[in-house]
């Protein structure tokens, strides 16, 4: 578990947290805990997401557990800065959907004293870099990586395996659609289709 620096940073030094994973990681289940706490603490949470992403609700993100907090769909990684006054936390979830810029802008947060606490997908279905993730965590101060259950062996799973016929990049889907595998597994199943 994520051990929480004292809450009296914020207002003088921001940071930011960073919590990446493949698909059913509990990268949100965590996102949920870490802001829920803040509210607890009185702190002012903000939370974004993409707005592609109404795979549950338009306006919460969802845990595949179902857990939930309120969020604010927004188009663009500007929009958050717009939108983030007056607050000592924000939260954004499905960080691999945003543009290049998210990067910039988390650090324009941090930098005004905010705690910016981040959660995405580190690599999408072909074991890619996804979006700006990876520039994020450069730049983070914490950076948490979250396993999934590997749904073939039962080992711990960072891959997150497309089950369905679709070679573009964004395609929003649940378990008919992903599988998370450990990287043997996941593996074994692009060399077997390399060789059809
Ligand atoms: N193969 C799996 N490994 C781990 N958790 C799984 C798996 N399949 C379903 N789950 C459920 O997914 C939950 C995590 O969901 P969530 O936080 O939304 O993950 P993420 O945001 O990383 O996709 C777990 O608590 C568990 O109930
Ligand atoms: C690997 C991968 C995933 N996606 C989509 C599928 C889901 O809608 C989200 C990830 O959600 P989660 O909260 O992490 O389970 O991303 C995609 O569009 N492309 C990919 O390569
Ligand atoms: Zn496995």
């Not at 004293?113 to 999408?124: S, T």
Request: proline share 3%; net charge negative; glycine share 6%.
């Amino acid at each position: 578990m994520f051990l929480e620096n004292d809450i009296n940073r914020a207002g003088s030094n921001g940071w930011i947290e960073v919590i990446v994973g493949s698909m059913f990681s509990g990268k949100t289940e965590e996102l949920i805990r870490r802001l829920n706490r803040a509210k607890i603490a009185r702190q002012n949470v903000e939370i974004f997401k993409p707005h592609i992403d109404v795979r549950y609700s338009e306006d919460e993100v969802v845990s595949h557990n179902a857990n939930s907090i309120r969020s604010t769909p927004v188009e663009t990684s500007a929009n958050i800065l717009l939108l983030a006054s007056n607050v000592d936390v924000v939260g954004i979830d499905e960080a691999q959907f945003f543009d290049a810029g998210l990067s910039d802008v988390c650090n324009e947060l941090a930098n005004q004293g905010i705690r910016v606490i981040v959660a995405g997908l580190d690599m999408d279905f072909k074991g890619n870099p996804f979006g700006p993730i990876p520039s994020i965590m450069a730049t983070a101060e914490y950076v948490t990586k979250v396993h999934a259950v590997c749904m073939r062996c039962g080992n711990l799973a960072n891959y997150s395996h497309r089950l369905a016929e679709a070679d573009k990049l964004v395609l929003l889907g649940e378990k008919s659609e992903y599988e998370p595998l450990c990287r043997h597994c996941y593996q074994k199943i692009y060399r077997a289709a390399k060789t059809k």
